[in-house]
C-alpha cells in the first residue's frame, strides 16, 4: 500500500528553483552538501569537505666517507759515486693507511610542500531537496526519488527512460544555495599533483685524521750507508662542501578513488503528469 510524503520527508527536484511545486519548499539545510544515512542521534549534523590536500618533506640522512689506501714498495737505483760518502738519501719506501670520516647529517632545508588541492566530489547529479509544507503529500510531478524495488511502478520511470535524464551511478549532491537541480560533476577517481619545489641542503663537512704510516729509518743496501732524512707522511682532508640540491620535480600521485561507501537504489522520476506514489 502506498502511503504520502510526511512532513519530515524528502524528495529531489532536479529542476529550476522557480518551478518547485505548490505546496512543497526547499530544505536549504541540504544545499551543497551529501545525504548521508545514520542510524543514531547524529540526523541534521553534517561534516565533510569538497576539496581536501596532503602534505610531504624531505628528510636528511646521516652518512660518512671514507679513504681507502694500502702500502706501497716501489723500486729504486743508486748510483755508487766516490763523492756520497757520509751523504744522506730518501728512503722511496713507504705506505699509507685509511680510515673513515666521522658522521655527518645532511638537513635540507625546510621546504615542506603541499600536494595540489583537489575537488574529491564522486560523480553526482544536483538536486534541490524539497520537503512538503504541510501535511502528508503526494510525490509531485517531474520529482526524483528512490526505490528498492526491481522494476519502477506505474507513473514512474528509472532515469534515462522514458524521455527522463539519465542519473545512474551518481550520488545526490545539494544543489547550490539558491542555484537550480539538474547539473553534474565529479570523477570515480582522482589524483594529486605536487607543487614545484626544491629541498637545498646545508653546507657541511666531515671531520678527518692525518692519514698516513712513516717509515722507518733504514740503510740502502750498498757502498754508501745512508739514514732516512724524515718520516714520510701524507695528509688527507675532507673539505666542507655544499651539495647540489635537490631536484625540482613535479610528483603525481597515483590515482585514488573518490567514490565514499555507498548502496545502490534505483532512481525512479515521476512522469504521470501528476501528483503521484509509486504503487
Known amino acids: 500500500m502506498a502511503h504520502a510524503v510526511p512532513t519530515d520527508g524528502r ?17 536549504t539545510d541540504f544545499d551543497d552538501v551529501y545525504l548521508q544515512g545514520v542510524t543514531d542521534d547524529s540526523r541534521g549534523t553534517g561534516g565533510g569537505a569538497h576539496i581536501h590536500t596532503q602534505n610531504h618533506a624531505l628528510i636528511g640522512v ?10 706501497v714498495t716501489p723500486g729504486f737505483t743508486i748510483t755508487r759515486k766516490s763523492n756520497i760518502f757520509g751523504s744522506t738519501v730518501s728512503a722511496l719506501t713507504h705506505g699509507h693507511n685509511a680510515s673513515t670520516s666521522a658522521s655527518t647529517t645532511i638537513t635540507y632545508a625546510d ?7 583537489f575537488e574529491a566530489d564522486p560523480p553526482f547529479v544536483r538536486a534541490i531537496i524539497i520537503k512538503p509544507d504541510t501535511g502528508d503529500k503526494l510525490i509531485p510531478d517531474g520529482a526524483f526519488c528512490f526505490t528498492d524495488q526491481a522494476e519502477a511502478p506505474t507513473g514512474f520511470d528509472i532515469t534515462g527512460s522514458g524521455g527522463t535524464t539519465d542519473y545512474s551511478e551518481k550520488f545526490i549532491l545539494g544543489a547550490l544555495a539558491a542555484g537550480d537541480g539538474g547539473g553534474t560533476g565529479g570523477s570515480t577517481t582522482h589524483t594529486h599533483d605536487d607543487i614545484s619545489h626544491d629541498h637545498p641542503d646545508n653546507l657541511h663537512g666531515h671531520v678527518f685524521a692525518n692519514a698516513g704510516l712513516a717509515t722507518s729509518s733504514s740503510k740502502v743496501q750498498s757502498a754508501v750507508t745512508a739514514n732516512v732524512l724524515e718520516r714520510i707522511h701524507h695528509e688527507v682532508s675532507l673539505y666542507s662542501e655544499t651539495l647540489s ?10 590515482a585514488g578513488s573518490s567514490e565514499p561507501a555507498y548502496m545502490n537504489l534505483l532512481g525512479i522520476e515521476n512522469t504521470s503528469g501528476a501528483d503521484a506514489l509509486p504503487a
Open 11 to 27: 524528495v529531489f527536484w532536479i529542476n529550476t528553483a522557480a518551478s518547485i511545486p505548490s505546496g512543497w519548499s526547499r530544505d
Open 62 to 71: 646521516a652518512h660518512t666517507h671514507s679513504v681507502s689506501g694500502a702500502s
Open 111 to 117: 621546504d615542506s610542500t603541499s600536494l595540489s588541492s
Open 245 to 254: 640540491d635537490v631536484s625540482t620535480e613535479d610528483v603525481v600521485v597515483d
